[in-house]
Nanobody, 124 residues
Framework: QVRLVESGGGSVQAGGSLRLSCATS????????MGWFRQAPGNEREGVAV????????YYAASVKGRFTISQDSAKNTLYLQMNSLKPEDTGMYYC?????????????????WGQGTQVTVSS
């Protein structure tokens, strides 16, 4: 059974930092696209950052490039998202997701496995 469990969300002021974690189990972690997606109230879910767990390629949304960094600890089957220089518009529920071959790498609809989410709130 595939299981993705996010942690690390919280409330910070603009300019602050947070590090999200996604602990995974129940599948072959080493050969998947894994990523972070977010959804603000009233908005559609959007891709934030994705990486391939075997080949290491990374992909970022333009809005977070240079501020967020996706990484992994393959020994722990855990994905991370380091978020620096946070802005109020980064506020939302952040989800971890995985799929073997998403059609659109940053497209939420192409991912089959999801965590329950962790809330990030950035105040001005």
């Amino acid at each position: 059974q595939v299981r993705l469990v996010e942690s690390g969300g919280g409330s910070v002021q603009a300019g602050g930092s947070l590090r999200l974690s996604c602990a995974t189990s129940g599948y072959d972690y080493s050969a998947y696209f894994m990523g972070w997606f977010r959804q603000a109230p009233g908005n559609e879910r959007e891709g934030v950052a994705v990486m391939h767990t075997r080949f290491g390629g990374t992909y970022y949304a333009a809005s977070v490039k240079g501020r967020f960094t996706i990484s992994q600890d393959s020994a722990k089957n855990t994905l991370y998202l380091q978020m620096n220089s946070l802005k109020p518009e980064d506020t939302g529920m952040y989800y971890c997701a995985a799929d073997r071959s998403p059609g659109g790498i940053l497209s939420p609809r192409d991912y089959n496995y999801w965590g329950q989410g962790t809330q990030v709130t950035v105040s001005s």
